[in-house]
C-alpha cells in the first residue's frame, strides 16, 4: 500500500515557545472556574458528541464494542435504560426541593442505589483483569475485556487492565468534570497508582508501557502527578505511556534539568486522537493547543483528521491506526497489520519533509512483539528490551 492522502498532522504539547490561539485556564486555577469552562467547552464541542459511536462498523470481528454479540446487545441496551433513567433524574432533581428532606434523601437513594444495580450488570465484579492467553474473542463477557485481548494481539505481549466502570453516560460525564476540575481520586486511580509504583521499583523490569483510554487519560494523569511527587527519577525514565481519545485537561512530564529541555522525567509520551472525537476535542486536542498560559499537556500528539474516526477504543482508535491482519487460509487475526493506511500516511506540515506516521510513532514499534529501539533522557536509558509489564487504564 502507498502512501495515502495526508490527514494527520502532529504537534509537541507542552512547548512554550510556540504562539497560539486557543486560551484556557491552567488546571490549578480555582476548581469552581474550571468547571464552568469545561461545560463552556462541552457545549462548544456539542457537535461532535453524535459521533462518538460512528462508525458502526468494526473491522476486528467480536473484538469490536458494536459488534452484533448479546453481551455487546445486553450491554448496548443497559447503557441506553440508563442514560434515559438519568435524563430523567436531573429533570425532576429540582422538585426535591418540594419534598420533605428525609423523603427526597430516600428517593436520591433509592435512584442511586437501582442505578448501581443496573451498572454492575455492565461493568461484571473487580476492576483488575489480565488478557486472555491465547487472545481469545470468544470468552470475555464484558467489553474491557475485549479491549485487553484486542491490545494483547496487537503487540504481542500480556496486559493487565484496570477498569474504570460505568456509572453510566449522564453520570460518568460528572464524574470526569470532578475528577478533572477537583483532582479527585477514584478507587480504580488508586489502585492503578499502587500497581504502577511498584511495577517501577521492579528491578527486573526494564520498561513499563501504559496505556489510557477516555476517561482513563484523566486518571493516568492524575496517577502520573502522584508518581511525579515520589518516584525516583531514574525509575520514572522508565515509563512510556501511550492515549487514545484522551479526556485530560493536563498531561505533566517536568524538566528533570532546567537548561536541557529535552530531559524529561517520563521516558516518551504520546496521544492518540481524532478530530471527530467528543472526548478527545475536549480533552487533548483542546488542552494541547492551549499557549496562554503554556500548555501543560505534555507529549507528541497524532490528530487524526479524516472525519470518520469515533471514540471507541478497538473499533474506532485501534481499528483506524493499528488494525489487524488475517491469515489468509484460516481467517483468523494473527496480529497487527503491517501495511495499513493511517502508519503510511504523510504528516501534514512537518519540517522534516516527507515523514510518515510510522516513522514517529513509537508505540507502533511495539507492533506483533517487537520494540524500539533504546533512546536516551538525559542521564538514563530506556530500554529497547521487551521485560517491561503493560498496563491499561480503560473506560
Not at 297 to 307: K, P
Not at 372 to 383: F, I, R, S, T, Y
Request: contains cysteine; neutral net charge.
Amino acid at each position: 500500500m502507498g502512501s495515502s492522502t495526508t490527514t494527520t498532522h502532529t504537534y509537541g504539547g507542552g512547548n512554550d515557545d510556540d504562539d497560539g490561539f486557543v486560551t484556557s485556564f491552567a488546571y490549578t486555577d480555582m476548581p469552581l472556574r474550571l468547571m464552568l469552562a469545561d461545560i463552556y467547552c462541552l457545549l462548544a464541542y456539542s457537535w461532535a458528541l453524535p459521533r462518538i459511536l460512528l462508525p458502526l462498523r468494526g473491522h476486528s470481528g467480536a473484538f469490536a464494542e458494536l459488534y452484533p454479540s448479546l453481551p455487546n446487545l445486553w450491554s448496548l441496551l443497559l447503557q441506553v435504560v440508563l442514560g434515559f433513567m438519568q435524563i430523567g433524574f436531573f429533570l425532576v432533581l429540582p422538585l426535591a426541593l418540594l419534598l420533605p428532606v428525609w423523603l427526597a434523601a430516600l428517593a436520591v437513594a433509592s435512584f442511586l442505589f437501582f442505578n448501581w444495580l443496573l451498572c454492575r450488570m455492565v461493568n461484571g465484579p473487580g476492576i483488575r483483569f489480565h488478557s486472555d492467553p491465547k487472545y481469545a474473542v470468544d470468552r470475555p463477557e464484558h467489553a474491557h475485556e475485549h479491549n485487553l485481548n484486542r491490545l494483547a494481539l496487537t503487540f504481542g505481549r500480556p496486559i493487565m487492565g484496570i477498569h474504570n466502570r460505568t456509572s453510566g453516560i449522564l453520570f460518568d460525564i460528572v464524574e470526569c468534570l470532578v475528577q478533572r476540575n477537583f483532582t479527585y481520586a477514584t478507587a480504580d486511580v488508586r489502585l492503578c497508582y499502587k500497581i504502577l509504583r511498584d511495577v517501577l521499583y521492579d528491578p527486573s523490569k526494564t520498561k513499563v508501557v501504559f496505556i489510557l483510554h477516555s476517561q482513563g487519560g484523566i486518571e493516568g494523569g492524575l496517577v502520573i502527578d502522584w508518581l511525579l511527587q515520589e518516584m525516583p527519577q531514574d525509575l520514572l525514565s522508565k515509563l512510556e505511556v501511550y492515549t487514545f481519545g484522551n479526556a485530560a485537561n493536563h498531561f505533566n512530564n517536568p524538566r528533570r534539568r532546567a537548561s536541557w529541555r529535552a530531559d524529561r522525567a517520563i521516558g516518551h509520551i504520546e496521544h492518540y486522537a481524532h478530530n471527530t472525537d467528543f472526548v478527545a476535542l475536549c480533552g487533548v486536542i483542546h488542552f494541547a493547543a492551549v499557549r496562554k498560559p503554556p500548555s501543560l499537556f505534555f507529549g507528541r500528539v497524532f490528530n487524526r483528521s479524516t472525519g470518520r474516526g469515533g471514540h471507541l477504543l478497538n473499533q474506532h482508535y485501534l481499528d483506524g491506526m493499528f488494525p489487524l491482519k488475517r491469515d489468509p487460509w484460516s481467517g483468523q487475526f494473527v496480529g497487527a497489520d503491517e501495511d495499513n493506511e493511517f502508519m503510511n500516511e504523510v504528516l501534514d506540515g512537518h519540517a522534516e519533509g516527507d515523514v510518515k506516521v510510522k516513522d514517529l510513532s513509537r508505540l507502533w514499534s511495539y507492533r506483533n512483539g517487537r520494540s524500539p529501539e533504546a533512546v536516551v533522557n538525559g542521564n538514563g536509558n530506556v530500554d529497547g528490551g521487551s521485560n517491561g509489564g503493560v498496563i491499561v487504564a480503560r473506560v
